[in-house]
C-alpha cells in the first residue's frame, strides 16, 4: 500500500511509471504490505486463470521470500514503478523507502532485483 502521494504518468524508461507527487525525505516509506490492501495470489491459483489476468498479474505482480505465499499484487499504483540500476528506492527490506531525498515529480524507481528474481527482457 503506498503511504506517499504520488501519481502515475507518462516515463521516459518505460510505459506509465509512478511519480511523487509531494517531496519525499530520504528514510520515508514509501510502501510498506497491507493484507487488507494487497494480495498474495498463490501459484496454483494463477495457473488456473485465464490468460489475460495470467498475463496481468505476471507484469504487475512479483514473487518474493519477503513476502511468502504466491505473486504479491498491490491494488493501487505500486505497479507502476520501473526498474532502475540505480533506483532512488530501498527495497532490501520489507518496507520500500526512500533511498534519497525524492523531489516532487521525480519518478520512483527500484532495483527489481533487491526483491525478486528479475532479468531484463
Not at 7 to 18: D, F, P, R, T, Y
Not at 106 to 111: G, K, L, M, P
Amino acid at each position: 500500500m503506498l503511504l506517499v502521494p504520488t501519481i502515475a504518468a507518462a516515463s521516459a524508461i518505460q510505459g506509465v511509471g509512478l511519480f511523487a507527487a509531494a517531496p519525499i525525505a530520504r528514510g520515508t516509506v514509501i510502501w510498506r504490505f497491507e493484507p487488507v490492501f494487497d494480495r498474495i495470489i498463490p501459484d496454483a491459483d494463477v495457473a488456473g486463470l485465464p490468460e489475460v489476468a495470467r498475463a496481468f498479474i505476471e507484469r504487475y505482480g512479483y514473487i518474493t521470500p519477503q513476502i511468502p505465499g504466491g505473486w504479491v499484487v498491490s491494488l493501487d499504483n505500486t505497479r507502476f514503478i520501473n526498474h532502475s540500476e540505480t533506483p532512488n528506492t530501498d527495497n532490501t527490506q520489507a518496507d520500500t523507502t526512500a533511498a534519497r531525498d525524492i523531489a516532487e515529480g521525480e519518478e520512483i524507481t527500484a532495483n527489481y532485483g533487491e526483491f525478486c528474481d528479475f532479468t531484463l527482457d
